[in-house]
């Protein structure tokens, strides 16, 4: 049996520890035994621990260090644990983590998913100072690691320009979850229904699709579902007083709003490879991108159901193809998009290229 230890901050719900479960959830337990080390203490609320340790009946462990008390004491506790379990093979991935593992020598191998570019993803989410330094700070990191992974071709072409070799191996979207019915009234909805789904933060780039919806609404008829939560939302909230613009939240049971839902939307700015654009098109929801590369990375393999806007023609361009969305996707855009969901961005299929990395590195 191959001990396998996941390290991380914390089990935070996000997009990056929905793709860890994915690889733990769909691991060959008959040749893998994965653990789990958390940093620091789960947050009090939005921790995905509980699906871990019950769903997936995985040992999570955590060093329980604040971020300050991690500088002077994580490390020797890290060594002790790896001993201690007799771990043979280590998976990283995030900033603490992977800057943790890069200031020690290991005798077993080290894997690290990168699961962004840093120098898109941090100066936007912490200003330009603080996010350009740990820009750097983490391509140091990562160039101390034989073994990086990118979560998408378009990360491992941008590491390149850092001196850093990266395998890609696209996220995936597990297809094997329950599906939970929405809370909205399914009936007080307004077709064609819109959705979107993301923190509501500058990156996420929501007020731009809010703004071509209401420029939309004025002469058609169509709801927009708004799904997440972030320090946007008053803004948001705040220009987007259309009654058919529906504020969710943060919800629990994100596909069941886009199983009721006909096209989905991301403005996003900078993005690995979303998870949320995986999720729709496994819907099976035609859905209208914005020009960035992870997003074209996607639409160039299911070219009939994506269809890519340029950011530059404003929020009214994108208003003009929601007039025209019947135009813009053919009946057989449905069937492609679960199809390559099902095909190509299976979590299934992503657990299985980490299995034979781990393989070869093993052996």
């Known amino acids: 049996m191959i001990n396998v230890l996941y390290v991380v901050s914390t089990l935070k719900k996000c997009g990056p520890t929905n793709q860890l479960s994915y690889i733990i959830k769909y691991?060959?337990?008959?040749?893998?035994?994965?653990?789990?080390?958390t940093l620091s203490p789960e947050p009090n609320v939005g921790s995905m621990k509980s699906y871990f340790e019950g769903d997936l009946g995985?040992?999570?462990?955590?060093?329980?260090?604040?971020?300050?008390?991690?500088?002077?004491?994580?490390?020797?506790?890290?060594?002790?644990?790896?001993?201690v379990n007799a771990i043979d093979?280590?998976?990283?991935?995030?900033?603490?983590?992977?800057?943790?593992?890069?200031?020690?020598?290991?005798s077993i191998p080290w894997v690290m998913t990168s699961r962004n570019y840093p120098y898109d993803d941090y100066p936007m989410k912490f200003g330009k100072v603080k996010g350009s330094i740990m820009a750097f700070s983490h391509t140091r990191a990562m160039r101390k690691c034989n073994n990086v992974v990118a979560c998408s071709k378009t990360i491992a072409s941008e590491l390149s320009f850092h001196n850093i070799s990266a395998t890609p191996i696209q996220n995936?979207?597990?297809l094997g979850g329950k599906l939970n019915k929405a809370s909205i009234n399914y009936e007080s909805l307004?077709?064609?229904v819109f959705i979107t789904v993301g923190s509501l933060i500058p990156r996420k780039n929501m007020e731009f699709i809010v703004n071509?919806?209401?420029?939309?609404?004025?002469?058609?008829?169509?709801?927009?579902?708004?799904?997440?939560?972030?320090?946007?939302?008053?803004?948001?909230?705040?220009?987007?007083?259309?009654?058919?613009?529906?504020?969710?939240?943060?919800?629990?049971?994100?596909?069941?709003?886009?199983?009721?839902?006909?096209?989905f939307i991301s403005a996003s700015l900078s993005e690995g490879l979303p998870n949320t654009v995986l999720e729709a098109l496994a819907s099976g929801l035609p859905s209208l991108l914005s020009d960035i590369p992870s997003h074209e990375e996607i639409a160039s393999e299911c070219p009939l159901s994506c269809h890519i806007f340029n950011l530059m023609d404003g929020s009214g361009s994108l208003s003009?193809?929601?007039?025209?969305?019947?135009?813009?996707?053919?009946?057989?855009?449905?069937?492609?998009?679960?199809?390559?969901?099902?095909?190509?961005?299976?979590?299934?299929?992503m657990s299985l290229s980490y299995q034979k990395l781990y393989k070869i590195l093993l052996h």
């Open 27 to 37: 691991l060959d337990k008959t040749k893998f035994s994965p653990i789990v080390l």
């Open 58 to 83: 995985i040992k999570v462990c955590t060093l329980g260090l604040p971020r300050v008390k991690g500088l002077f004491f994580a490390s020797a506790a890290l060594n002790k644990f790896i001993k």
């Open 89 to 106: 093979l280590i998976h990283s991935q995030g900033i603490r983590a992977d800057s943790l593992l890069s200031k020690r020598s290991l």
């Open 172 to 174: 995936g979207v597990d």
């Open 190 to 192: 307004d077709r064609p």
């Open 212 to 263: 071509a919806f209401n420029e939309f609404a004025i002469n058609n008829k169509g709801s927009l579902l708004v799904l997440g939560d972030g320090p946007n939302m008053d803004n948001l909230k705040s220009i987007g007083k259309k009654s058919s613009i529906y504020f969710e939240g943060n919800v629990d049971n994100v596909a069941g709003y886009l199983a009721l839902s006909d096209y």
């Open 320 to 349: 003009k193809k929601l007039e025209n969305i019947s135009d813009i996707f053919s009946n057989e855009a449905v069937d492609e998009a679960k199809d390559i969901a099902k095909s190509i961005f299976s979590a299934s299929a």
